[in-house]
């Protein structure tokens, strides 16, 4: 949880909400193992516009957290036990 937090202040600084520079900064040097790079801008684009609820065209770190619940459910079957291949 400490982690989570001192990533989103290192890229938001003391304003505690993220430009969509900012986070695409995150996400490609923090959470590239989870998530492909962003190259293109319309994945930005769509991504920042579904995080953005209030539509004030910054994340802030409510709306931050959507993004790592939707990263880690993504990744929860990499973690789970294959009943199969025991």
């Known amino acids: 949880m400490v982690t989570i ?26 959470m590239s193992h989870f998530i492909m790079k962003i190259h293109e801008n319309d ?3 769509q991504l920042f516009a579904d995080l953005d609820q209030n539509g004030d065209l910054e994340i802030d770190f409510k709306e931050f957290i959507a993004l790592i619940a939707m990263v880690t459910s993504a990744c929860h079957e990499l973690f789970t036990p294959n009943p199969t291949l025991q």
């Open 5 to 30: 937090i001192q990533v989103f202040h290192k890229y938001s600084g003391h304003k505690c909400k993220l430009k969509k520079a900012e986070l695409k900064d995150l996400i490609n040097n923090e």
């Open 43 to 45: 994945t930005l684009d």
